[in-house]
């Protein structure tokens, strides 16, 4: 049934993994939700989202459809929770007359071709490319490039899935076939591959939330990857800068650049940015929520968080503009989030509580999230999705924060207890 008339209705399309937190957001706001899941069935590479949380879930099967099932709640705003409701909130937006992106740009802010290619197009510095559904001619362009290594990924995935680093034509073939074989996180089949120059250099997340393209700046974090043998790049943790500290002050400037020549100038934004020897280039931006969201961590290390911000921008824009846009987050404390990888393979039988009870009891632990259940597959770590648990680590010295690191090291493959004839 429609929500009563006294409560504005947000709807979010595909509301999964970190987007978890919008809707407390929203509800605190006095807002009523809508879910919009944008495929015929979950996906089931992510945790399903708590649909008891909203008073309508709707399964969409073509926008004339959904359009005349969501006229009647005459919602206030339409966002994205993840990266594949990107295009399909825009449509939705865009028709109900509603602060939108627009659909002029869509595409770009899901295929990562088409966004290098509009940056480019805008004057800022970016990777060299080429996209084919042919591996061979992934493999000629990687040779004429004659600059190894280079990076071979799908065109419409995230968190590491597919992306390869490759130091020679033969490996570019075969990570090629791979892509190629394979489906997408988010389901989709991958038909063509996209190899780019490799962006030498550190790489950061920022995070920011726009209105009318005013922005707030949540947060600027240097990654610290590790390259496996296989070439692929995997997450170890992320590192909160001041918001002064070079490189983020023109980490920021650039990515208010790309969001303005990408059309992003509403709601959240997750930005990936290299800093080379030749200034920022962008790896991808998402028109959604970060991964490693938690707006208590984010408030506290912060002094306040996307998930918040991107409520009240929608809702309440005239507090937005006069006490976020424009503006950029101030570090309180000294902070980290890191996501344990494994070579462990199996299923998991239990969770060891009190392992993760000591995890959690260190000094600068401010949160943890078990990302395995009993009954599922633990399996050796080649992207964020096959990662073991999220820990949000702060304090007021990185001493500190060190020290509980490598305490988490050490027990980070004993929370979870694995049948002994599948480990390895």
């Keep these: ?78 966002a994205a929770g993840q990266e594949p409701g990107v295009p399909l909130a825009d449509v939705l937006s865009e028709r109900l007359g509603l602060t939108t992106n627009g659909t002029a740009l869509s595409q770009a802010r899901r295929d990562k071709y088409r966004m290098i290619e509009v940056l480019r197009e805008a004057g800022l510095h970016c990777a060299d490319q080429f996209k084919a559904g042919d591996v061979e001619a992934l493999v000629a362009w990687a040779e004429r490039a004659a600059d190894y290594p280079v990076v071979v990924k799908p065109l419409r995935s995230a968190a590491g899935d597919g992306v390869f680093v490759c130091r020679d034509a033969e490996e570019v073939r075969d990570a090629a076939k791979a892509v190629l074989a394979s489906e997408t996180i988010y389901c989709e089949a991958n038909r063509e591959a996209l190899v780019q120059s490799y962006l030498r250099g550190v790489e950061y997340v920022v995070d920011t939330v726009s209105y009318a393209g005013r922005r707030y700046v949540c947060g600027v974090w240097e990654y610290q990857k590790r390259l496996l043998p296989s070439g692929r790049n995997i997450y170890d943790r992320e590192r909160l800068l001041a918001a002064d500290e070079h490189p983020a002050p023109e980490l920021i400037d650039y990515v208010d650049r790309a969001l303005a020549a990408l059309g992003v100038d509403f709601g959240p934004a997750h930005a990936e940015v290299m800093w080379t020897p030749g200034g920022a280039a962008l790896v991808e931006v998402g028109a959604r929520i970060g991964g490693n969201m938690h707006p208590g961590f984010h408030d506290r290390c912060a002094g306040a968080n996307q998930a918040t911000v991107t409520a009240l921008a929608y809702l309440d824009p005239g507090r937005f503009m006069r006490e976020y846009a424009g503006r950029r987050y101030a570090k309180r404390l000294e902070a980290v989030c890191c996501t344990t990888s494994t070579t462990l393979s199996g299923v998991v039988e239990a969770v060891d509580h009190a392992v993760a009870d000591e995890i959690a009891a260190l000094e600068t632990v401010f949160g943890l999230d078990l990302k395995i259940a009993p009954g599922e597959r633990i399996r050796p770590t080649v992207d964020l999705y096959s990662s073991t648990l999220r820990i949000f680590m702060c304090g007021r010295d990185m001493d500190a924060v060190n020290r509980d690191y490598a305490r988490i090291e050490e027990l980070k493959d004993r929370v979870y207890r694995i049948r002994d004839d599948e480990c390895r």
Aim: aromatic share 6%; proline share 14%.
């Design 1 to 78: 049934m429609p929500p009563s008339s006294d409560r504005p209705v947000v709807v979010l399309v595909d509301a999964y993994t970190s987007a978890k937190y919008l809707p407390p957001e929203f509800g605190a706001l006095g807002a009523d939700l809508v879910h919009v899941q944008s495929t015929p069935e979950l996906m089931p590479s992510m945790p399903a989202p708590d649909l008891s949380v909203y008073r309508a879930t709707i399964v969409h099967e073509d926008v004339e459809g959904t359009l005349a099932r969501l006229r009647p709640y005459a919602p206030v705003c339409v």
